[in-house]
Each structure stands twice: as C-alpha cells, then as structure tokens.
C-alpha cells in the first residue's frame, strides 16, 4: 500500500518538473526542473523497486534461539536488553505526526501561493528518504535487538517471528522524521530568512527526531547504531532535497553511462 502512494507521489513529482519550470510566484526561493525531477524521481523509484526485489528470509526459532548476544558491538550490546510495546506505540505516533507536520507550513500565504514547488520537493524528501533507506534494510539483513532478549520483560516468540526481523539497520522512524523535520526548517527558513520563528522549528527537527530514536531504541527496535545513521540520513536528505531546488544553487542532475554501458547518474553543484 505504502509504495503505491509512493510511486504516486514520484509521478506527481515529475509532473510539477515538466509543469513548472519558471516560478509564478514572484519571490520564491525555489524552482522545479524536469532536468531535477526526473532523475530525483526515476532514482527514488529505482531505490524503491529494488528493495522490493531483494528477498529477506525472515529467521526461524530456531535461528533466533541460536542468537548470541556476545556477537553485537559494545556500542550497541545494551539494546538487546530493551523491549517496550509503549515505545513502540509512541515512535509510531512521533513518526507519523512528523511526516504530515509540514502540511502546517501552508498556513504561510506566501508557501501556500508556491504550493506546486512546495509540495513537489516535500515529495521527493519522503520518497528519496524511503528508497535509501529501504533499499539498505534489505540489504544489511540485520537482526533486530529485541531478538537477544531472554526470560521475563523479554519479546515472546511470536513478535520475534515477524517478517521484519531482520531490518533493523537503519532506523526508518528516525530517517523520515529527520527528513520532514529538516525538510520543513530548511524549507520555512527559505521563504522567511529573517523569521524569529525559525529558530524554533530547527530546534523541533534536531528534537523530535532524537525523541523518535530514543522510543525506537527503548522499545528493543533498533540499536544505537541505527538510529544514528538514520538521523544522518534523514537529516542530509531533508536539508539536502530543498536546497537543490533553490534559485541559484547550481545544481544538475542528470543521466549518464559508466564504462561497460552500465546506466548512472550524475551529480553537478556549482558554488
């Protein structure tokens, strides 16, 4: 369900590309290019289809039995101590709160004027954000750390037995909440660059989430390693995506071929 919104709002991306390539707000900071949206799209599509493609045995009791605790890093050994089903509830709470948050940015007359721009760089943050971050769980396969847990306060058997056992690096409610949190400062910040409410909501996207990883982590879903790295990566994507539609940024995006004929694509920035 959740791809077919995706592969919906990658379409919708591509179409504002073609659509609106010169501004019809006169003092927008930002600009659509079917040169951005296209490989932006295509990218995030490809991201999304691929880890679709990758098959992930989930692990048997017996796998899961045969577990040890001794195998996970220093840095990481205290997560499989956690199972929370409140955290749980909570990080699922936090996650999507963040992700439709920045609906609240078109109260702004001059967002909501520029809502075509607006809303088509909010789309490829989510999307980029759920291919990289999707196409990476499946192919690390790693265990989550509710897994290790034994005897009481521990995860029975049957929620140790779901399918996403094994996609635990990186944390996914912790990368798109740092997108859209990110996503929505950078954004804001852009349309109001001498705003006092600016420094609030960058304090809200370096906050909230932090909160969804600690929730993720106290509920046994992922260890400190995960959470981190979907930080950074939802962060990067979030204040990354905008700014490379911002007028005079100087950035490409286009197709290319590799040697072998292998399709890539090309990244340019001119400072």
């Known amino acids: 369900m959740i791809n077919r919104i995706l592969f919906s709002i990658i379409i919708f991306s591509i179409l504002m590309g073609q659509q609106d390539t010169v501004s019809k707000v006169p003092d927008s900071p930002y600009y659509l290019s079917k040169r951005m949206e296209i490989p932006l799209a295509s990218v995030s599509a490809g991201l999304i289809i691929g880890a679709e493609l990758v098959l ?7 796998d899961i039995n045969n577990l040890d605790k001794e195998d996970v890093p220093d840095f990481d050994y205290n ?3 956690n199972w929370d089903e409140n955290s749980i509830a909570t990080s699922d709470l936090l996650l999507y709160s963040s992700m ?20 088509s760089i909010w ?12 196409i990476t769980k499946v192919l690390v396969s790693r265990e989550r750390p509710y897994l290790y847990g034994m005897g009481e306060g521990s995860a029975d058997m049957e929620h140790k037995l779901e ?10 409610h912790t990368s798109m909440s740092a997108a859209s949190w990110f996503m929505m400062a950078s954004m804001y910040q852009d349309y109001h660059p001498q705003s006092k409410l600016a420094p609030y909501i960058w304090a809200a996207a370096y906050l909230v989430p932090a909160a969804t990883g600690y929730f993720r982590y106290d509920a046994g879903k992922h260890f400190p390693s ?3 790295t979907g930080y950074f990566v939802g962060r990067m994507v979030g204040i990354m995506v905008p700014r490379w539609h ?4 100087g950035v490409n995006i286009g197709f290319m071929l590799l040697q072998g004929g292998q399709p890539g694509v090309q990244l340019s920035y001119r400072y």
């Open 56 to 62: 992930v045995t989930p692990l048997t009791e017996d």
């Open 79 to 81: 997560a499989t101590n």
């Open 100 to 119: 439709g948050f920045p609906a609240i940015l078109l109260i702004d007359k001059s967002i909501r004027q520029d809502y075509k721009k607006f809303m």
């Open 123 to 134: 789309a490829e943050t989510f999307a980029l954000t759920y291919g990289l971050t999707n």
């Open 163 to 172: 399918d996403d056992n094994q996609r635990s690096f990186f944390s996914g």
């Open 226 to 228: 995960d959470i981190l």
């Open 246 to 249: 911002k007028k005079g940024s």
